[in-house]
């Protein structure tokens, strides 16, 4: 099975630019550290308390004290700083963030989003997802375009406890990257291994397509990685 995870990692990287203060969300969003391109200069933000984070460090360097929030090894960026929970989240929540990358349950066609909690199943709490999604400047959401059960993520209406609503404005996937503008839902992107049609197969939410539309091919360098 190919493991498109690197990919919606590179491509999610991609939307970030010189002099943002970024946050990474759990899961694939945590791999964005690894796909900035050298040119940007991007502070990445950690809600654990960093500001600074670097790529993931190699083996031999790995100090078992800089974690990032998925408790996965960070190495930190010439200039990092720590502070403490209080600070770190007030940053979040006081608009100081430019953008966040965070993983999603289910997206709606209006850009609604649900990422914390499945019916029925234990959780343990929301995290710092809202305080993210709702005081990032930009919600980028990097996500598997289906679910493992292969059930559709891309919704005309969330059917999971909403995170917020109407927050998320792109959103990438190992097939396409969505914009979302005045609530709709509108497709920039595909990958030359999927078709429209079959695209609109697998995804419920109802979209348009943009007057920039392009198709795109996998970097071949990512695509080894993926195998």
């Known amino acids: ?31 964005v550290a690894d796909y900035i391109p050298p040119e940007r200069q991007v502070f990445l933000h950690s809600e654990n308390g960093i500001l600074g984070v670097g790529p993931t460090p190699p083996p031999e360097r790995v100090d078992p004290d800089l974690i990032n929030a998925s408790k996965l090894p960070i190495s930190e960026m010439p200039g990092a700083s720590y502070f403490d929970s209080a600070l770190s989240f007030a940053m979040m929540r006081g608009g100081h963030v430019d953008k966040t990358v965070i993983g999603a349950l289910q997206v709606s066609e209006t850009g609604d989003i649900a990422n914390w909690a499945v019916p029925g199943k234990d959780v343990l709490g929301v995290g710092g997802a809202m305080d993210l999604i709702v005081g990032a400047r930009t919600v980028i959401v ?26 998320v404005d792109i959103l990438v996937t190992e097939y396409c990257v969505f914009r979302f503008v005045d609530s709709k ?22 979209f348009e397509l943009s007057r920039n539309f392009r198709v795109v091919h996998r970097p071949d360098w990512l695509k080894q990685t993926a195998s």
């Open 142 to 167: 990097a996500t598997t375009h289906l679910a493992p059960d292969g059930k559709p993520k891309l919704l005309p209406s969330c059917t999971y406890p909403l995170t917020a609503r109407g927050e």
């Open 1 to 31: 099975m190919i493991d498109y995870r690197p990919y919606i990692a590179w491509r999610a990287a991609q939307e970030l630019e010189d002099g943002d203060i970024v946050n990474l969300g759990i899961g694939i969003p945590v791999f």
């Open 185 to 206: 839902m509108i497709l920039e992107e595909l990958v030359d291994d999927m078709s429209l049609e079959r695209l609109k197969e697998i995804t419920p939410a109802n």
